[in-house]
C-alpha cells in the first residue's frame, strides 16, 4: 500500500468494524475528511452471536445501510425462550411495521458497513496495522504499518476489547480477559422451525448465561452458547460441555437431526465492564468493545458499538478544538445513555444466576400475550432497558414505535 498524505485528515479511526464505520460515517457527513485503517483485509471473519437489536437496527438504517446488500439477512419474528424447567414461550414481534430483530454474518454486514464508509467519502485502507501512537497536546503521532507515520488532530480507537491504540498511548486493561466468554458455530440442514425462529435456552447449568440457535436462512443457523467469566463453566469445562450441548434432547430437536457443522467452533471474550476502561484519552476516544461497552446481561455489543462511535463522532464535530469539551462531551452521552442500561442489566443478571429467578422472569414475561408482546421489544432493545433510572427518556411512543427500514431499501 502506498504512503498517505495526512494533511486535511481530520479524525483517524483505528478499527473497520460497526463503532469505526458508525464514527466514520457520521464524521464524512459532517464535511470531515476522515480515514480508517484496520489490520484486517475485508470481508474477515468476526466471531458474533450474529444477532441485531432494534436499537443496533435503527443505527443502521440511519447510516444507510441496504440489508440487500447482505445476502444471510434474516428478520426476525419470532423469539422463543426455554426456562430451566422446560417451561417455553414464544414472544413475538411486530409484523408489517419495519424490522424488529435479524440476523446477519458478521461477515457480511461489517464488509457492507466498510463499502458504505467508502461510499460516504471515508478513505478506508485495510491491511494496514497500528503500531504505535503518541498524545501531545494539540495532535496524535500514528505510526502504521504500510503507510507510515501520520499526524492527526484526532484518532478513535475502536479496535477491539485489546485496543493497540489503548497500549500504545499507555491506558492498558492489565489481566483483564472480559467479562462473558462465548463459543459458536454455523450449522446447515437445520429443521424448518430453526430456519425461521430464534431460539434462546437458559438450562439450568449455564444461569446466567444461555445458549442460543440464531436462524440465517437458506437452512442455516448460528449456534452457541456464553457463560459469565468465573462460572463453573469456564476456561476449559466451556469446551467440554459444547458436545454434551449439542446432544441434549431438546436442543437436537430443534436445530434437527440432520443439521451438520460448517467451519470450526470458535471462542470470544466479551467485554462488558461500564463503568471500566479509559473511554477518552487527550485527543483520543474509545467506542464499542475498546470501552468495553458491551451489554452484560446478554453480551450484545453491535448496538452499543454503533451507539458509541455516533456519539464519539459527534463530540469531535460539536468541540473540534477542546478536548476538555470533547471529553465532557462524550462521557455525559454514555452516562445518560449507557449506563443506566448497564445497571438494570446487572440487576437483571443477578436474578437470572439462579434458577427460580430465570422461571420467575420467564413466567412474568409470558404471563398475557401483552406482556409477551412488550417483553420482545423490551428484550430486543426497542426501547432503553434501564429507562427506570432515566425517566426524561419516557415519551409518548414508548414501546409503539415502527422498526427499522420501514420504508424499504435506501436508494445509493
Same mark, same amino acid.
Given at each position: !500500500?502506498?504512503?498517505i498524505?495526512?494533511?486535511?485528515?481530520?479524525?483517524?479511526?483505528?478499527?473497520?468494524?460497526?463503532?469505526?464505520?458508525?464514527?466514520?460515517?457520521?464524521?464524512?457527513?459532517?464535511?470531515?475528511?476522515?480515514?480508517?485503517?484496520?489490520?484486517?483485509?475485508?470481508?474477515?471473519?468476526?466471531?458474533?452471536?450474529?444477532?441485531?437489536?432494534?436499537?443496533?437496527?435503527?443505527?443502521?438504517?440511519d447510516?444507510?445501510?441496504?440489508?440487500?446488500r447482505?445476502?444471510?439477512?434474516?428478520?426476525?419474528?419470532?423469539?422463543?425462550?426455554?426456562?430451566?424447567?422446560?417451561?417455553?414461550?414464544?414472544?413475538?414481534?411486530?409484523?408489517?411495521?419495519?424490522?424488529?430483530?435479524?440476523?446477519?454474518?458478521?461477515?457480511?454486514?461489517?464488509?457492507?458497513?466498510?463499502?458504505?464508509?467508502?461510499?460516504?467519502?471515508?478513505?478506508?485502507?485495510?491491511?494496514?496495522?497500528?503500531?504505535?501512537?503518541?498524545?501531545?497536546?494539540?495532535?496524535?503521532?500514528?505510526?502504521?504499518?504500510?503507510?507510515?507515520?501520520?499526524?492527526?488532530?484526532?484518532?478513535?480507537?475502536?479496535?477491539? !476489547?485489546?485496543?493497540?491504540?489503548?497500549?500504545?498511548?499507555?491506558?492498558?486493561?492489565?489481566?483483564?480477559?472480559?467479562?462473558? %466468554?462465548?463459543?459458536r458455530?454455523?450449522?446447515?440442514?437445520?429443521?424448518?422451525?430453526?430456519?425461521?425462529?430464534? !431460539?434462546?435456552? +437458559?438450562?439450568?447449568?449455564?444461569?446466567p448465561?444461555?445458549?442460543?440457535?440464531?436462524?440465517?436462512?437458506?437452512?442455516?443457523?448460528?449456534?452457541?452458547?456464553?457463560?459469565?467469566?468465573?462460572?463453573?463453566?469456564?476456561?476449559?469445562?466451556?469446551?467440554?460441555?459444547?458436545?454434551?450441548?449439542?446432544?441434549?434432547?431438546?436442543?437436537?430437536?430443534?436445530i434437527?437431526?440432520?443439521?451438520?457443522?460448517?467451519?470450526?467452533?470458535? $471462542?470470544?471474550?466479551?467485554?462488558?465492564?461500564?463503568?471500566?476502561?479509559?473511554?477518552?484519552?487527550?485527543?483520543?476516544?474509545?467506542?464499542?468493545?475498546?470501552?468495553?461497552?458491551?451489554?452484560?446481561?446478554?453480551?450484545?455489543?453491535?448496538?452499543?458499538?454503533?451507539?458509541?462511535?455516533?456519539?464519539?463522532?459527534?463530540?469531535?464535530?460539536?468541540?473540534?478544538?477542546?478536548?476538555?469539551?470533547?471529553?465532557?462531551?462524550?462521557r455525559?452521552?454514555?452516562?445518560? %445513555?449507557?449506563?443506566?442500561?448497564?445497571?438494570?442489566?446487572?440487576?437483571?443478571?443477578?436474578?437470572?444466576? %439462579?434458577?427460580?429467578? $430465570?422461571?420467575?422472569?420467564?413466567?412474568?414475561?409470558?404471563?398475557?400475550?401483552?406482556t409477551r408482546?412488550? +417483553?420482545?421489544?423490551?428484550?430486543?432493545?426497542?426501547?432503553?432497558r434501564?429507562?427506570?433510572?432515566?425517566?426524561k427518556?419516557?415519551?409518548?411512543?414508548?414501546?409503539?414505535?415502527?422498526?427499522?427500514?420501514?420504508?424499504?431499501? %435506501?436508494?445509493?
Amino acid at each position: !500500500m502506498s504512503q498517505i498524505d495526512d494533511a486535511g485528515i481530520d479524525v483517524a479511526v483505528i478499527g473497520a468494524g460497526p463503532a469505526g464505520t458508525a464514527a466514520a460515517i457520521t464524521l464524512a457527513r459532517a464535511g470531515r475528511k476522515v480515514l480508517v485503517v484496520d489490520k484486517a483485509t475485508f470481508p474477515r471473519d468476526k466471531c458474533c452471536g450474529d444477532g441485531l437489536t432494534t436499537a443496533a437496527l435503527r443505527l443502521l438504517d440511519d447510516l444507510g445501510l441496504d440489508p440487500g446488500r447482505i445476502p444471510s439477512w434474516q428478520p426476525v419474528h419470532d423469539i422463543v425462550v426455554r426456562g430451566p424447567r422446560a417451561r417455553q414461550v414464544t414472544f413475538s414481534l411486530p409484523r408489517g411495521r419495519g424490522t424488529f430483530a435479524a440476523v446477519a454474518r458478521r461477515t457480511e454486514l461489517d464488509a457492507a458497513l466498510v463499502d458504505l464508509a467508502g461510499r460516504n467519502g471515508v478513505e478506508v485502507r485495510t491491511a494496514q496495522a497500528l503500531t504505535g501512537a503518541t498524545g501531545h497536546a494539540d495532535r496524535v503521532a500514528l505510526e502504521i504499518d504500510g503507510l507510515g507515520m501520520l499526524d492527526v488532530p484526532w484518532v478513535i480507537g475502536a479496535d477491539g !476489547m485489546w485496543s493497540p491504540l489503548r497500549r500504545a498511548l499507555g491506558e492498558r486493561l492489565e489481566h483483564y480477559r472480559g467479562d462473558w %466468554h462465548a463459543f459458536r458455530q454455523y450449522f446447515t440442514n437445520v429443521s424448518d422451525r430453526a430456519s425461521r425462529e430464534l !431460539m434462546i435456552w +437458559f438450562d439450568a447449568d449455564l444461569l446466567p448465561g444461555y445458549a442460543w440457535s440464531f436462524p440465517l436462512g437458506d437452512g442455516r443457523v448460528n449456534f452457541g452458547f456464553g457463560i459469565l467469566r468465573g462460572s463453573r463453566l469456564d476456561g476449559a469445562a466451556m469446551g467440554r460441555r459444547w458436545d454434551d450441548l449439542l446432544e441434549r434432547p431438546h436442543i437436537r430437536a430443534f436445530i434437527g437431526e440432520a443439521a451438520a457443522p460448517e467451519g470450526q467452533r470458535k $471462542a470470544w471474550p466479551i467485554p462488558t465492564r461500564l463503568p471500566g476502561p479509559t473511554l477518552a484519552a487527550g485527543r483520543a476516544l474509545f467506542v464499542g468493545d475498546a470501552a468495553a461497552l458491551g451489554d452484560p446481561m446478554t453480551g450484545e455489543g453491535i448496538g452499543q458499538a454503533l451507539a458509541s462511535g455516533i456519539a464519539a463522532a459527534r463530540a469531535i464535530v460539536d468541540h473540534p478544538e477542546s478536548p476538555v469539551a470533547v471529553h465532557a462531551a462524550y462521557r455525559a452521552w454514555v452516562a445518560q %445513555h449507557l449506563e443506566p442500561d448497564t445497571r438494570m442489566a446487572n440487576l437483571l443478571s443477578r436474578a437470572l444466576k %439462579h434458577r427460580k429467578g $430465570a422461571r420467575a422472569a420467564i413466567a412474568t414475561a409470558g404471563l398475557t400475550p401483552w406482556t409477551r408482546r412488550k +417483553f420482545a421489544r423490551w428484550l430486543f432493545e426497542d426501547e432503553p432497558r434501564g429507562v427506570l433510572f432515566t425517566p426524561k427518556r419516557l415519551h409518548l411512543r414508548f414501546l409503539r414505535r415502527d422498526g427499522a427500514f420501514a420504508e424499504g431499501p %435506501h436508494a445509493d
